[in-house]
Nanobody, 117 residues
């Protein structure tokens, strides 16, 4: 059972960079797979990236080579470094925590990322 709070969103120009943070409270952070998802207006919520406790990462094809997910287990925090941002990256970005046993999933409230041309 963890609570998630995203921060770091904002307005940037195309080609710029931004780092999102997801701070967690509660127990069991190291047992969760952490992820970032995003949702643009009128569109579904899509996977951006995930990271396991050991550091194994997975990325959506649309962000490979541009975004980097990382986690600091000591600080119970996950990050998303976004480089070479494009207008199509504009969305609300949500932090997610998931585990298989006991099965649980948690979502943050989201942070807005807007990339202007």
């Amino acid at each position: 059972q963890v609570q998630l709070v995203e921060s770091g969103g904002g307005l940037v120009q195309a080609g710029g960079s931004l780092r999102l943070s997801c701070a967690t409270t509660g127990s069991g952070f190291s047992g969760y797979i952490m992820g970032w998802y995003r949702q643009a207006p009128g569109k579904q919520r899509d996977l951006v990236a995930t990271i396991t406790s050991s550091g194994t990462t997975n990325y959506a094809d649309s962000v490979k080579g541009r975004f980097t997910i990382s986690r600091d287990n000591a600080k119970n925090t996950v990050y998303l470094q976004m480089n070479s941002l494009k207008p199509e990256d504009t969305a609300v970005y949500y932090c997610n925590a998931a585990r298989t046993y006991p099965r649980a999933t948690s979502w943050g409230q989201g942070t807005q990322v807007t990339v202007s041309s």
